[in-house]
């Protein structure tokens, strides 16, 4: 079992609507919890933290369920630039700090 | 604000030859530095990181070495290629901030591929 797992997908969804994207992770001692967006043949790029109460930029909504070991990203009113991966990242402090990435979740946004 | 630069951003080697990409960090002080390789369709694979000057970590077995000269600059370096070689690799850094670690921040990767 992968320490951090997503859905691979892909989802394929119109423009305008709205998706979730789901996060678990395995080791409890992990400490801060991120996404990250990845375009085609491009490097990630940090789209958001994510914080124990919940966070929202924009039309994107982060929330984190410790005692679930679970992190999920809300996309609002889909855009067809919203078209990526979209990585769930977790740092734990557990022999030596480690960034986890998941494997990644494949989204296309269609007119 | 910090800003990361590697190079070449492509490159085309043949099996065999050496390899050398550089990766230098500039606005901040004693960062942590890794580099990252991604296949094809595949996610990404940590390959070395480095808490400071000299100290190195290899995380998985293979033909490359990693060095860190300087505080800022990051060396992925490989005496043979092999075709196996090819892949997206990624310099990233990040800090310490008290408790925990700062998001990674990548550079702009540069896309190797061994013939």
């Known amino acids: 079992r992968k320490e951090v797992e997503q859905d691979p997908g892909p989802f394929n969804v119109p423009e305008g609507a709205t998706v979730a994207f789901n996060c678990t992770y395995s080791?409890?001692?992990?400490?801060?919890f991120f996404w990250y967006r990845q375009d085609c043949r491009k490097e990630p790029k940090l789209l958001m933290s994510?914080?124990?109460s919940g966070n929202e930029d924009g039309r994107f909504t982060a929330q984190l369920n410790r005692a679930s070991q679970y992190i999920s990203l809300l996309i609002r009113d889909s855009k067809l630039s919203d078209s990526a991966t979209y990585l769930c990242?977790?740092?734990?402090?557990?022999?030596?700090?480690?960034?986890?990435f998941g494997a990644g979740t494949r989204l296309f946004v269609k007119a | 604000s910090q800003t990361i630069h590697q190079w070449p951003a492509t490159l085309v080697q043949p099996v065999g030859s050496p390899l050398s990409l550089e990766c230098t960090v500039e606005?901040?002080?004693?960062?942590?530095l890794y580099w990252y390789r991604q296949a094809a369709g595949r996610g990404l694979q940590l390959l070395f990181y480095?808490?400071?000057?000299?100290?190195i970590s290899s995380e998985v077995p293979q033909n490359l070495s990693a060095s860190r000269p300087q505080d800022r600059q990051f060396i992925l370096s490989s005496k043979k290629l092999l075709l196996s070689d090819s892949g997206f690799y990624l310099c990233?850094?990040?800090?310490?901030?008290?408790?925990?670690?700062?998001?990674?921040?990548f550079g702009n990767g540069t896309r190797l591929t061994v013939t």
């Open positions: 990233a850094w990040s800090v310490i901030r008290g408790q925990g670690k700062s998001p990674l921040h």
């Open positions: 080791n409890s001692a992990s400490q801060s």
């Open positions: 994510v914080y124990s």
């Open positions: 990242v977790v740092n734990r402090n557990t022999g030596g700090f480690k960034t986890i």
């Open positions: 606005g901040t002080s004693n960062p942590n």
């Open positions: 480095s808490v400071g000057i000299g100290q």
